[in-house]
C-alpha cells in the first residue's frame, strides 16, 4: 500500500493507538501439517475421518458413526456394526450435524441481568457461574434444609448432577419427564407384575416374531425408534395380523386388520372386559397361568362385571368389533405381542392399572418369554462405576412429597407436580432452588402457568441447556452443555434382542465454551465442597466400565466402536421364574393392596368433555423429538408446525374448514397461538388431536418460535397417578376461536350415564 | 501512514468486536475507537460505556438474544444461505488463513468470528500481502460484513457497536479500494 494518504489519522489517533498494546497476538498460530492434506478437496464425506459413537437425538440412542472432515461434521450415518440400526438413522440422527451448529446455540455461561423469563443475559466465566450455582445451592440448604433444592433432568448426561443433588440429601430429584410425564404408570405395572421393568426407556416386546399385535394408543411410525419400528414393520412383512386401539387414525391403524376408534379414557374398560372374556370363554393359556402365575381366581372373581356388553356404550365400540378384535388375538397366543406401551400419562387415576391390564392380558395368552411375546432382557457386562459421592445421612422431611403423597413414587425422586405445588404454595415445607438439566421444563410439565409462577417463588434457578428454550430464558445462570456429539458419558448396553456395547464419544471439539455434563458436575462438586466424582475425566472412568467387559477404550475402537452379543430373552414356559417376590407373575399385586390401592385393575372413569368441548390428545412428529427439535433447521423444513386434527363432521357443523387457522381455547379459558385445522374423518368426533412439542415461546429459537401451537400451553388441568405421582396430560378439552370468537363444538358422541362430564374449576379464568 | 497504525486499527476493530473485558473497555481503548472514528470522519455521540452495560450489549447482539433479534458474527450464517455455523464461510475463511501458513487459536469459536477475520486483514496489511488481502475482502470479508451491518442496523443496537460496525464497514471499503488502485 504506497498511496497511504487514503487514511489520515490525527496526531491524537496515533497517539491514542499507540498507548494500547495492539501488537499482533491472540488469535492466529502456525498452522499444523495436517490442515491441508487433500482429503478436504473431496466432496461430501469422502476422505471423512469415521468417530463411532452413539445418538441422543431421542432417547433410543442408536449407535452413530459421525464423518469428520478437517475438524467439522459433515455427516452422520448409523453404525454399520451395529445389529440394531446397522447404517440406518432417522431423519433427526440425520439431522444432528444442524443442532451441533445452530447458530442459536448457548455458547457461554450466561447470567441473567433482565426480569426471569424475560431471557437477558451477560456472558460470564465458568468460574463465576460455577460458584454462583455453588454458593446458592449452600444457601438455599443451609436456610431451608436439603429439601428446599429440587432437580428436574432427563437423559443419562443428567445423572451425573443428579448425583449433586442426591449426596446434599433432597428427596427432590425426579427423572423428569421420562418417568413422572412418561413411563412411570407403565413401568411401575410392569415392575409388579413381573419384576423387571418390561417398558422405560425400551419395550421388551418380540413383535419382529409376532403372529397377532396388539397396539393400545401406541403410534409406531410417528413415534420413530428405529430398531422397533423396524421389528414392528418386520413382523408385518411376516404376516402378523394388528389390532390398533386409537380414538384416531394413526400411521399404525392404517396398517391394521382391526382399527378400534375407542372412546377416549376408557381403554381399560375395554381391557378389562376382554380379560373377563376370554377367561369365561376359556382362551386364555390355562397350563402358563397355573403354572407361573399368581392371584388367578382373585382376578378372574374381581372381573366379571366387566362384560363386552357393558363395555360397548362406554368404549363406543360394537361388540362384535370388540369381540373379533380379541379372538383375532387369541388364536395366535402365545406369539402374541401385547405391546406394554411407554408414554402412558394419560388421565392420572387409572393409569397405572390401565398398563396393569395389558400385562395381565399378556400373562393370560401365555405371551411371555416366547417368541412374539413379552421377552427378558440380555444383560450385557461392564463394569461398575462409582463416581464416590460421599452421601450425608439423608434427613427425611416431617412430611414427604413423594412417598407420602405416593407410595410408589420415591424409588424415582419425587413427583414433578408436588415439587411445583411446594413451591408455589411452601407447603409442607418450602423449596427455593431448582437446578435443571436436559429439559425444558415449560415445555414439558402440565400447567405451565404453574411452573412459571413457581419460578417466580425461587431464590435461585439454573439450567444446563444446549438451546436457549422457555426454560433458559427463566433462569438465572444458565450454564452451555455439549451436544451428544461434543462429549463422552457412560458406556452404553443394550439388553434388546440384539444385544451390544459401545460408547459415546465426542465426534467433534465443544463449540465455544460448551463443557461435557460431567466436567460441569465434578467442577460444580468440588466447588460445592462435596466429596464425589473421583475420577478427573470421562475416558478414566470409561475405561473402568470397559474392563468389566475385557476391553479398552482402543480396542472397542479398533473393533469399529461396538461389540455385539447373542441374546437370551425367550424361556422354558416349564421352568419360568420372574423376579417377583413368589418367583410368579402377579395377576394381583398385593403391594399394591397392602397401601390401599386396588390390586387388580378396576375401571375408573375419567371425566367426558364439557358440551361445546372436546377432549385434546396429542402424539408424536415422526421427524421431532419432544420439544426438542423444533428449531433444527434440516428438521423445521419437514415438518415446521403442527395442525389440529378435528372430526369432519364436527368441522363441517361448527363452519371449520380444512386448513383453516384457528385459536384453541381450553376449559379453563387459556388460549393457544394460531394453529391450522386439518378436517379428517380420521379421528372421533369428541377428540382433537395435535403433535406435541411445537409453538416454542422463545425468540431466541429463530426457527421454532411461534410455529404452530403447544399442547403443553393447553394443558392446565391433571390429575395424579395415586401409585407413584404422574400427571395427567390427557385431561384437557378444547373449543374454537375464530375471529375472536369462542365456538362450541357440536357433540356428536354424547357419553353415557356411568361416565360423568368434566366441571371446570370456579376460579380458573385463563387467558380471559 | 505507516503499515502499523492501518493494522493496529483493524486489530482495534477486532478487539472491540471481542467480548468486553478490561482491556477493551478501558478509557484508553474507547478514546481510541473515538479518535479513529472522528479520523475516519464518522460522526459519533457515544459516551463512554461501562463494562457491564457493554457485557449485556454483546450477549444480547452477538451470542443469544432473547426475542431472536441479534446479529452473529460469524460468515458461515450468512454465506452459502444456510444460516449455520461451520458451514461455507467458515471453510472459505479457514483456507485463505492456510494460504499463509496460520491457524486461528480461539477458545472455542470457529474460524469466521468476525475478530479473528479482522485480525487476519491486519496480518496481510502488515505483510504487504496485497493479492491475497484483495481476494480476502473481495471473496470473503465483503460478501457477508455489509450483511452483517446491515442486520445490525435494522436491530437498532446499542450505539458503541453500531459505531463499531460503521467503522469498520468504511475502513474495510477504503482498504478495498486503495488495493484495487495499487495492483491496476
Partial sequence: MKRRNFLKLSASACAALAALDLSNKGFFKAASAKASNGKNALPGSLGSKDVPSVCEMCFWRCPIVGKVKDGRLVKIEGNPKSPANGPR?????????????????????????????????ARISWDEALDEVAHNLHKAKNKYGPHALAYFDHGASAEFMRDIFKTLGTENYTNEPAFFQCVGPAALAYLKTYGYITTGTRQYVDMKNAKAMLLIGTHIGENIHVSHVREFIQGLNNGAKLVVVDPRFSVAAAKADIHLPIRP?????????????????????????????????????????YTLNWASPICDLPVEDMKRAILLIAKNRPHVSIHPGRHSTWYGKGDTSRHQALAIL???????????????????????????????EPETPDESISEDYYPFASTFGSPTSRII??????????????G????????????????????????????????????????????????????????????????????????????????????????????????????????????????????????????????????????????LKVATEDGKIGLAIGDFED??????????????????????????????????????????NEIPENCLWLNDKVAQKAGIKDGEEVVLENQDGYRSWPIKVKVTAGIRPDTAYM?????????????????????????????????????????????????????????????????????????????? | MNRQPLSHILRLMARGFSYPDKENTSKAFFL????????????????????????????????????????????????????????????????????????????GEPEDYLPVELDFVAHLVDTESKGLLLRFLKEHLLKWFPCFHRRLKAIGPHPYYMLLADMTSRLLNLIHQEVIDETT
Fill in chain 1, 89 to 121: 438413522v432417522c431423519a433427526r440422527g440425520n439431522s444432528g450435524v444442524q443442532l451441533l451448529y445452530d447458530p442459536d446455540r448457548i455458547k457461554y455461561p450466561l447470567k441473567r441481568t433482565g426480569q426471569r423469563g424475560e431471557g437477558k443475559w
Fill in chain 1, 265 to 305: 379414557g376408557t381403554d381399560t374398560a375395554l381391557l378389562l372386559a376382554w380379560i373377563n372374556f376370554i377367561i369365561t370363554e376359556g382362551l386364555y393359556d390355562k397350563e402358563f397361568v397355573e403354572r407361573n402365575c399368581s392371584g388367578f381366581d382373585e382376578l378372574k372373581k374381581s372381573v366379571k362385571k
Fill in chain 1, 362 to 392: 399378556a400373562a393370560l395368552f401365555g405371551a411371555v418369554g416366547v417368541k412374539g411375546g413379552l421377552y427378558f432382557p440380555t444383560p450385557v457386562k461392564k463394569g461398575n462405576l462409582a463416581f464416590g459421592c460421599v452421601k450425608e
Fill in chain 1, 421 to 434: 405445588e411446594a413451591t408455589r404454595t411452601g407447603k409442607p415445607y418450602p423449596i427455593r432452588l431448582w
Fill in chain 1, 436 to 575: 435443571i438439566n436436559g429439559v425444558n421444563i415449560i415445555q414439558t410439565i402440565p400447567n405451565p402457568y404453574h411452573t412459571m409462577e413457581a419460578i417466580k417463588k425461587l431464590d435461585f434457578i439454573f439450567c444446563e441447556e444446549i438451546l436457549p428454550t422457555e426454560t433458559a430464558l427463566w433462569s438465572d445462570i444458565v450454564l452451555p452443555g455439549a451436544t451428544y456429539l461434543e462429549r463422552y458419558d457412560t458406556v452404553y448396553t443394550f439388553d434388546l434382542l440384539t444385544p451390544y456395547l459401545t460408547v459415546r464419544q465426542p465426534v467433534v471439539k465443544p463449540m465455544f465454551e460448551a463443557r461435557s455434563s460431567f466436567w460441569i458436575a465434578r467442577e460444580l462438586a468440588k466447588r460445592a465442597g462435596l466429596k464425589c466424582f473421583n475420577y478427573n475425566d470421562e475416558v478414566e472412568f470409561i475405561e473402568e466400565e470397559l474392563k468389566g467387559a475385557g476391553l479398552t477404550l482402543k480396542s472397542l475402537n479398533e473393533k469399529g466402536g461396538l461389540v455385539a452379543y447373542k441374546a437370551n430373552p425367550y424361556r422354558d414356559p416349564k421352568k
Fill in chain 1, 595 to 636: 397401601e390401599d390401592l386396588d390390586p387388580i385393575p378396576r375401571f375408573i372413569p375419567t371425566p367426558a368433555p364439557p358440551k361445546g368441548y372436546v377432549r385434546l390428545v396429542y402424539g408424536r412428529s415422526p421427524v421431532h423429538t419432544f420439544s426438542r427439535t423444533m428449531n433444527n433447521k434440516w428438521l423445521h
Fill in chain 1, 691 to 768: 403433535a406435541h412439542g411445537f409453538g416454542s415461546r422463545s425468540k431466541a429459537l429463530t426457527k421454532a418460535y411461534k410455529q404452530g401451537a403447544s399442547d403443553q400451553f393447553m394443558i392446565t388441568e391433571y390429575e395424579d397417578d395415586p401409585f407413584m405421582g404422574a400427571s395427567s396430560h390427557r385431561t384437557n378439552f378444547i373449543r374454537i376461536v375464530k375471529a375472536g370468537q369462542a365456538i362450541n363444538l357440536p357433540e356428536l358422541c354424547p357419553p353415557p350415564k356411568e361416565i360423568p362430564r368434566f366441571v371446570a374449576k370456579k376460579n380458573r379464568t385463563g387467558g380471559k
Fill in chain 2, 32 to 107: 481510541a475507537v473515538r479518535q479513529v472514528a472522528d479520523s475516519l470522519g464518522i460522526a459519533h455521540d457515544v459516551s463512554a460505556p461501562d463494562q457491564d452495560e457493554l457485557k449485556e450489549a454483546y450477549t444480547l447482539l452477538f451470542i443469544n438474544e432473547p426475542s431472536g433479534r441479534w446479529a452473529p458474527p460469524f460468515s458461515s450464517v450468512y454465506i452459502g444461505g444456510h444460516g449455520l455455523l461451520m458451514a461455507e464461510g467458515r471453510e472459505q475463511a479457514k483456507s485463505f488463513y492456510e494460504e499463509v501458513g496460520l491457524s486461528p487459536a480461539t477458545s
